[in-house]
């Protein structure tokens, strides 16, 4: 990416960031597995996105309090097949959700409608972008 003029990001300092917020079952890594969970690679994404815009200015990069993690089930490990463990590996799934803010012009909470809660359910990482 570099040598197209495109800046590259190291992540290192989002998955730490990340990592100094987890709580409980919420990590930012799976244990058993090789992956980030959703909640880091959505900030991630929103920090790859903040290190493009001075390349793209008309990029505006999500904003991270409207993302939400709503639970997802369980989610088996990726090497649990291969290590004979399928069903002894669970771990706790979540996924991204991206509340985008209301039109500017809905004025009051007279014009918002039950039906207009304006959440995007199961949006990952990998699609927040299609949101900027």
Not at 34 to 50: G, S
Not at 58 to 66: E, F, I, K, Y
Not at 96 to 108: E, K, M, N, R, T
């Amino acid at each position: 990416m570099a040598e197209a003029g495109l800046p590259v990001r190291d992540q290192e300092d989002v998955l730490l960031e990340e990592r100094n917020v987890d709580a409980g079952d919420d990590l930012s890594y799976y244990p058993m597995g090789t992956h980030w969970t959703p909640r880091a690679a959505a900030h991630a994404a929103i920090a790859l996105q903040r290190t493009l815009v001075p390349t793209f200015p008309t990029l505006t990069p999500v904003d991270p309090d409207r993302v939400r993690l709503q639970p997802g089930g369980a989610l088996r490990d990726n090497w649990a097949g291969r290590l004979h463990l399928d069903g002894r590996v669970d771990q706790p799934a979540r996924r991204v959700v991206y509340v985008p803010p209301l039109p500017s012009d809905i004025v009051g909470p007279a014009r918002v409608g039950p039906n207009c809660s304006r959440e995007l359910v199961g949006v990952g990482p990998d699609e927040l972008s299609a949101f900027v």
